[in-house]
């Protein structure tokens, strides 16, 4: 039984650790990285140096996390601002009928668990998303945020 699927396009850094039950394809993870159990890492994902991500995470296309980001259990990231399954005629969508909106995590960022980060928005250098929250707007660089709608508790 095949544990991970890792596709011949990701490209793996130095020293990454994977652990089993993960699905990687077209997205690149730097040196010294971390990659929990089932965690799914779409294809144009770029991921930093010394990264941890823990288990069951979501990471979509269209996303960038920089170096030394703690990113926490069962967080999800999403690239569509109106997800629909078919086109107005009822046919199925594909790649062709979206496109992927981008979302960027600062260095040193740290992502609490079950967060939710809507697409397009920026996570600060230094920052603290808190568990559970629901991320959908920017978080300024060294600021601590939570809720659902994530908002500014204080400074660090």
């Not at 040196?31 to 979501?58: L, M, P, Y």
């Not at 990231?77 to 046919?91: C, Q, W």
């Not at 260095?107 to 668990?113: D, L």
Request: proline share 4%.
């Amino acid at each position: 039984m095949e544990l991970k699927k890792i596709a011949p396009d990701v490209q793996l850094g130095k020293n990454v650790k994977i652990f089993d039950f993960v699905n990687l394809y077209g997205c690149e993870i730097g040196d010294d990285s971390k990659i929990g159990a089932f965690v799914e890492i779409q294809k144009g994902v770029k991921i930093g140096k010394n990264v941890k991500i823990s288990t069951h995470t979501f990471i979509c296309e269209g996303v960038t996390i920089e170096d030394e980001v703690f990113i926490g259990h069962n967080v999800s990231f999403i690239n569509d601002k109106y997800p629909r399954s078919t086109n107005a005629d009822g046919s199925m969508q594909t790649e062709k009928d979206w496109n992927v909106v981008p979302t960027v995590v600062k260095k040193r960022a740290s992502i609490g668990t079950s967060v939710t980060i809507l697409c397009g928005v920026t996570i600060g250098e230094n920052a603290v998303v808190g568990a559970g929250s629901v991320v959908t707007k920017n978080v300024p660089p060294n600021s601590i945020v939570v809720g659902n709608p994530a908002h500014l508790v204080r400074t660090l």
